[in-house]
């Protein structure tokens, strides 16, 4: 609460950089708002880039049960209290574990406090990374539960650890679940072969455990069925259908050696604003905490003697590959996980692993604050720290430290080391400041002036206010939702639009801040469909047909428009000279995000949908071309996938003119679509509809079934029969119907084997 008490009156924990912002609001509000009234999550998600699977294409914490709270309160207040509840859980759940294997309460409270409140955990409010944030709690809850099994014999907890995995999967953050399962997997089989106080399990004893263990994990995954069935169908048609295809990519966003010293000084790169280094955004906090530094290293004094010198040595271990993995390219080894760990290539940010490097740390701080109340800390060790922060602090202010940031920055960012200066000697006297207070502590304790108890509550307090220091700055709380995300008189005319159009925003005019609705999903939480949006797994056919990484501008292009039923321009600038057949129909209106815009409509029908009199199959890259090409028309002919099973004329030298047959759309809701066709549709007809195509997506013409398939390059295509009127359209997914299946079966089987085991041991004990 000393970081979240904004949320106490009703503040929003999103800032304008904050994904939730930008995008995670819409996808949760949407969710929200359509299982209240309807009883169920939505499966298409129609508002954003042509329309994708809600499901599939993963839209955050769906199933995971922060969705419960969104059902009790609004869901910008149910966001922010998931993001508090697991920051708190993250340090209970540390504390939790470190008790289990043995470690004194101050020590283990020192530890929960170091991984909860360190720049790693407490900072993912700032780019609003819940769900790493989520996996990031459960770890260590997952650790504990593996403690129990394989050390303390206790059955239960592999029930525990099922449901704990299931979470993880629930979440969803693939990338970090696999870090999990990866130190998991380590751990247990240290934890299986390893003796401890010259304890070891039997080997079958051990073998054993590990079968349950991997029983568990089985259980586990097959909770996350109903989210991941979905998702492996969708790999193909994402955009990073075959990982992202280089290294260079996929070490992206990794740790720069360089910046590493900001575990001790955090203000090295610049925070936030003032960063400079080699990431194009750095939105969270590397910092580890002075004291917590001072304590980890203090676990290595006398570790011969240490009772738990196997745990401190498996961590450092676990710090190091860590450290080395969130590198990335920066040194050889991340070849070594790239090339032989399943699923890797589709992930980038490797820096992303250090909360496991994180939990280390904390478990050292937590065997160091031990070492130091036991007096067998020397008077060398935190004069040593002392020396090394004087150093640092001279260094800081003789512009030697910036000297050294500038040989690493790229030559456009030395403006910004030079002005992040000032802040970066402030920072290396306050870093020397908290290395003193545990040089005095040291000397008080030692010397018999404070006792042991004393000099504990003293090290929580200050190791607290350390790192409060620096990560309260990424707790950036907004208005409620209902004030960032207001109507305005733009919002309200596009609502009353009698049929389906799509809006193109884009900004021209720099903001002082990010306009949610020019360059985020802001529309989307007043269900107005966006042509573009802010999501990162939309449809790649989607992404190709509007040129998204190419050189050409193809949003623009006439048939682009008209095949994206793009309707409305919205923009920040009184005129719109590059775009010509276009009217001003509303503005200038100052928005919710402050920015005064204008709303234009393209004087072009540019439909929902369309009947065309005749059908041909070709490939991709010939119907891509076609599209493109300025004297084609979209209403003479569907151009459909070569695979899709629908009945086209055969040898067309010619295509015939457009028909005279209107479309409208009598009912429209995500996932549903009925449209009405002014006259009866002639032999050989088809209707191409401005809905991306996805498996799934089932069609009926007067009520009985029709034939469909991907036209156009991505959008929906039906074959018409002879005097078709009416044609409905219906969003099911199979993969998701059996996956929640599997998922309730799976959370059956966990609790039953949580049920199972606590019998077990209540048996054992009578």
């Not at 106080?197 to 079968?211: H, Q, S």
């Not at 900004?507 to 989307?524: I, K, S, W, Y």
């Not at 066709?677 to 009926?700: I, T």
Request: glycine fraction near 8%.
């Amino acid at each position: 609460m000393s970081l979240a008490y904004p949320a106490v009156w009703g503040r929003f924990l999103v800032n304008p950089n904050s994904d939730q912002y930008i995008a995670g609001y819409a996808f949760r509000e949407f969710a929200a708002s359509t299982l209240r009234a309807t009883g169920h999550f939505p499966l298409w998600n129609p508002y954003l880039f042509g329309g994708l699977p809600y499901i599939a294409a993963m839209h955050g914490d769906v199933f995971y049960p922060t969705f419960l709270l969104r059902m009790m309160m609004p869901t910008d207040v149910a966001m922010t209290w998931g993001f508090i509840i697991h920051v708190f859980l993250s340090g209970l759940f540390t504390y939790g574990f470190l008790r289990a294997i043995g470690y004194s309460f101050y020590g283990a409270l020192v530890g929960g406090i170091a991984y909860m409140m360190s720049g790693q955990i407490a900072s993912y409010v700032s780019p609003g990374h819940d769900g790493k944030l989520f996996v990031s709690a459960l770890f260590p809850l997952a650790l504990w539960m593996l403690h129990l099994g394989f050390r303390q014999g206790k059955n239960w907890s592999w029930g525990a650890f099922a449901l704990i995995i299931g979470l993880c999967v629930l979440s969803p953050h693939p990338q970090l679940l696999q870090y999990t399962l990866l130190t998991t997997g380590a751990y247990s089989l240290f934890l299986s072969f390893a003796s401890f106080e010259g304890v070891k399990l039997p080997r079958d004893v051990a073998i054993r455990r590990l079968g349950v263990a991997l029983l568990a994990v089985i259980i586990g995954l097959a909770i996350g069925a109903v989210q991941y069935l979905p998702v492996r169908e969708y790999v193909s048609w994402s955009p990073r259908a075959g990982g992202f295809g280089d290294y260079g990519t996929a070490t992206s966003y990794a740790w720069p050696p360089e910046e590493v010293f900001n575990a001790y000084l955090p203000q090295f790169s610049g925070m936030l604003d003032h960063y400079w280094g080699r990431n194009i955004i750095h939105l969270h906090s590397d910092y580890a905490g002075v004291i917590v530094l001072m304590l980890a290293g203090a676990a290595f004094i006398g570790l011969r003697s240490d009772p738990r010198r196997k745990q401190i040595i498996f961590w450092s271990v676990a710090l190091f590959v860590s450290l080395l993995w969130s590198l990335g390219g920066a040194t050889p080894f991340y070849h070594i996980p790239y090339a032989l760990v399943p699923g890797t290539k589709f992930f980038r940010a490797p820096a992303t692993i250090f909360f496991v490097g994180t939990l280390a740390l904390a478990l050292l701080a937590c065997a160091g604050t031990e070492h130091f109340l036991q007096g067998r800390v020397s008077k060398k060790y935190v004069l040593g720290w002392a020396i090394g922060g004087f150093v640092i602090a001279l260094l800081a202010s003789v512009g030697a430290l910036s000297s050294i940031a500038e040989s690493f920055a790229d030559v456009r960012a030395v403006d910004r080391v030079q002005a992040n200066n000032p802040h970066l000697v402030l920072g290396a006297w306050r870093s020397l400041v908290f290395v003193l207070v545990v040089v005095v502590l040291w000397f008080a304790s030692t010397r018999g002036k404070i006792s042991s108890t004393t000099a504990a509550w003293a090290l929580l307090v200050f190791t607290t206010v350390d790192l409060w220091t620096i990560e309260h700055v990424y707790w950036m709380f907004s208005p409620p939702a209902k004030v960032i995300y207001a109507s305005d008189p733009i919002i309200e005319l596009l609502k009353k639009e009698p049929q389906p159009v799509r809006v193109l925003p884009f900004q021209v005019r720099p903001t002082a801040e990010r306009d949610v609705f020019l360059t985020g999903d802001g529309l989307m939480s007043h269900r107005i469909r966006n042509s573009l949006g802010y999501h990162g797994n939309q449809i790649g056919r989607y992404n190709e047909l509007i040129g998204t990484n190419s050189s050409d501008n193809r949003l623009v292009v006439p048939n682009v428009l008209q095949v994206t039923n793009t309707r409305y321009f919205l923009t920040n600038i009184p005129e719109l000279p590059f775009i010509g057949n276009t009217t001003l129909v509303k503005g200038p209106v100052v928005n919710a995000s402050g920015d005064t815009v204008y709303l234009y409509r393209l004087n072009a029908e540019n439909p929902y949908s369309w009947v065309t009199p005749v059908a041909v199959k070709a490939p991709d890259e010939q119907v891509l071309a076609t599209i493109l090409n300025a004297r084609f028309d979209l209403t003479r002919a569907a151009l459909f996938d070569t695979s899709a099973n629908v009945t086209v004329a055969q040898g067309v030298q010619s295509l015939p003119s457009p028909l005279a047959i209107k479309t409208s759309v009598r009912h429209y809701e995500p996932g549903k679509v009925q449209i009405d066709l002014s006259a009866p549709a002639p032999e050989g007809s088809s209707l191409v509809v401005s809905e991306n195509y996805y498996p799934g997506w089932l069609a009926s013409v007067d009520g009985k079934p029709a034939r469909i398939g991907r036209a156009d390059y991505t959008m929906i295509g039906v074959e018409l029969p002879r005097g078709a009127r009416t044609v409905e359209l219906n969003f099911t997914s199979p993969a998701y119907q059996k996956g929640k299946g599997i998922t309730w079966v799976a959370i059956a089987f966990g609790f039953l084997m949580l049920g199972a085991g606590y019998w077990r041991d209540r048996r054992r004990l009578a």
